[in-house]
Structures are given as C-alpha cells and as structure tokens.
C-alpha cells in the first residue's frame, strides 16, 4: 500500500508566515525523501501561502498532503470569494503582482480552489498538485 500522509499548519494573518511555510515545508519534504519537489514546491507554498495572508484578513493555514504519489499543497484563508476575477485569475501579465496563479498554473500538475471551512469559519482553499514521478 502507498504511502499517505497529510499536515496542516495554521498560520495567523502575517507576512512572515510565509517563510515558516517554506521553511516547514523543506522539512516535510526531506522527512519524507521528496526533496526533488522542494523547489518547485516551495515556489507553489510561496505563492499560495503569500496570496492567503496578504489579500485576505483573518486566519489562514497551509495543507500539505500526499497520497498515490501525489504531493497537494494548498492554502486556506477565510474569505470564502474565489481568489481573483474570473477573466484574470490565472492569466501571465507584465505586472510586478498578480502573477502568483500564473505562475502556479505554469508549475503545477493541476490546480484549483473550493469553499471550505475550517475552525468553524466559512472560507476557501486554494491548492495544486505535483506528480511526485
């Protein structure tokens, strides 16, 4: 049987938390010998992560997860409204900000958000995958 396993780590609404989501998730990755997947794993956390804190208020939390050689990474916050506009979420633009999904779409397997909630708190999670292969 594969292996599954999945932490989460709940982050408070500061910017500095996005480099405890990298840094914790460096280590999972090497706990688990998935270190080819750091780079581009931690460039995903990064983004999610930094759109989580930064563009909503309120708690937040980093979801990482594997399962059938699979790695999920995704990022919840508590506002339950998708992440972008419809027509821009996703695009590539010239802009210094607003390219996070982007770039996330161009580094991931597959990727999407739901509404979800946690702690009793109506929000979304925003999340990609990676083929672990």
């Not at 500061?14 to 405890?20: F, G, I």
């Not at 939390?61 to 999920?72: K, M, P, S």
């Amino acid at each position: 049987m594969p292996e599954s396993w999945e932490y989460t780590l709940h982050i408070p609404h500061d910017p500095r938390a996005v480099t405890v989501c990298r840094r914790t998730l460096r280590l999972i990755l090497a706990l688990h010998r998935l270190t080819h997947l750091a780079d581009t794993a931690e460039l995903l956390t990064s983004e999610l992560v930094s759109n989580a804190v930064l563009h909503t208020k309120g708690p937040a939390a980093l979801r990482i997860r594997y399962r059938e050689g699979v790695l999920q990474i995704g990022a919840w916050d508590a506002d339950p409204q998708p992440p972008e506009p419809p027509g821009k979420f996703g695009e590539l633009t010239d802009a210094e900000n607003g390219r996070g999904f982007a770039l996330v779409r161009a580094n991931s397997d597959l990727w999407g958000w739901q509404p979800l909630s946690r702690l009793g708190r109506r929000g979304k999670l925003v999340w990609c995958e990676l083929n672990a292969a």
